[in-house]
Structures are given as structure tokens and as C-alpha cells.
């Protein structure tokens, strides 16, 4: 998975305007408006220099300028780049040295390759419009199981719904990676992303 190890209230502290604007959550598997993002990250705290990617909260990635680099060459068109401004008083800027630019990225790949039926789901005990009970992924992501990537399905994605008679699986919320594409991330920025391989 595409996980950033550091988020809000880390190594950093964001202002309380740093903050999506309700509803956000509401658009599922789609993209979210870039309205939807605050204008800017206003940081009041810092303890070490601002990672290349991280959470501004839970979910909800940033990037900088050398990581969107990475993932243009690499995932070209799956991540949507966000321009967000970053500020902060001079002792704390002087702590997190940001790179010229930072961005919001909405992940714009989608794929079906959950195999639900060989992996472990959990009832959410609610339906869709047409009826079918939903599922979804148990915590025990080593436990999931990916089929393999079929050439020009992107390299970093979200899952596509996948119906199974009167059965609906999600997994809206995570963000998938390739094997390669989370190595190079991690080889040009060691220690950012949690290393969270699924079978």
C-alpha cells in the first residue's frame, strides 16, 4: 500500500486551517475537487525537516516538488498534482526546509485486482442503492491477495467495486503501489512510506 509514514501531529504541526472542507469524504473512489483542499498549510510546529510525502491527515497525501517528479516519470497520468502554498514563521520554516513547491495528489489510477474470494472481507452490515450487501478488506492487509498486473493497468491505483452476485466488495480507502514504483519512491526517499507488501 501507499502509506507515508509521517502525518499531522508527528514530526509537524498543521494550523486548524489546514483542513479538507466537509463533505470531502463523500466522493468515494472518485476524485475530490481541488476546492475541496485547503488553500494553503499553515504550519505552526516542527521537530526535523518536512518529509517528501506525507499525510496532512489521515488519507490525505502531500507531496513536494522532487516526489511529484518521481511519480510523473514513473506513474505518468495515474496522480492528479494539486499546487497547495505552505507557510510558516521563520524558526519553524527554518526547521522543515520545504522544497519549492508541495501538492495535494488525487490518485486518478483505477484497477479491479483484489481477489475477494481468496481474500478475507468483513460485512459492513449496510447495502447499496440496488440492495446488495457491502463488504470490505479485514485489517490484516498480509492476508489480502493481488492478482498480477496486466500491462497498462496503472501502477498506482484505487480498487474498483467488484460484484459477486448479491455482494458488493470496496476498498475505497486504501491506495495500491507497485512493487516497483514503491521502490523507487523509497530509494529517493528513504524512510518515508511504511513498507506494507500484500501477497
Known amino acids: ?17 489546514s483542513r479538507m472542507a466537509t463533505g470531502s469524504m463523500r466522493f468515494g473512489p472518485q476524485p475530490i ?4 483542499f485547503p488553500k494553503s498549510l499553515v504550519f505552526v510546529s516542527a521537530s526535523v525537516r518536512l518529509p517528501d510525502m506525507f499525510h496532512m491527515s489521515r488519507g490525505y497525501f502531500v507531496v513536494s516538488e522532487r516526489a511529484r ?14 499546487p497547495v502554498s505552505h507557510q510558516a514563521k521563520p524558526k519553524v520554516a527554518a526547521t ?3 522544497d519549492r513547491a508541495y501538492y495535494f495528489i488525487n490518485i486518478l489510477g ?3 485486482r483484489l481477489m475477494w474470494r481468496e481474500t478475507p ?32 493497468e496503472p501502477l498506482i491505483w484505487r480498487e474498483e467495486a467488484w ?37
Open 33 to 36: 475537487p481541488a476546492s475541496y
Open 121 to 152: 472481507a468483513q460485512d459492513y452490515q449496510s447495502k447499496t442503492d440496488d440492495g446488495a450487501d457491502i463488504f470490505g478488506l479485514h485489517h490484516g492487509f498480509t492476508e489480502w491477495v493481488l492478482r498480477a498486473r496486466e500491462p497498462g
Open 69 to 82: 517528479a518521481v511519480m510523473e516519470h514513473w506513474a505518468s497520468g495515474e496522480v492528479e498534482f494539486i
Open 1 to 17: 500500500m501507499f502509506d507515508p509514514v509521517h502525518f499531522n501531529g508527528t514530526i509537524f504541526d498543521l494550523d486548524r486551517t
Open 110 to 112: 483505477h484497477a479491479q
Open 96 to 98: 522543515l526546509k520545504f
Open 163 to 199: 460484484r459477486d452476485g448479491d455482494k458488493e466488495y470496496r476498498a475505497w480507502t486504501q491506495v495500491f503501489i507497485e512493487d516497483v514504483l514503491w521502490r523507487e519512491l523509497d530509494a529517493n526517499f528513504p524512510d518515508q512510506l511504511h513498507a506494507l507488501e500484500i501477497s
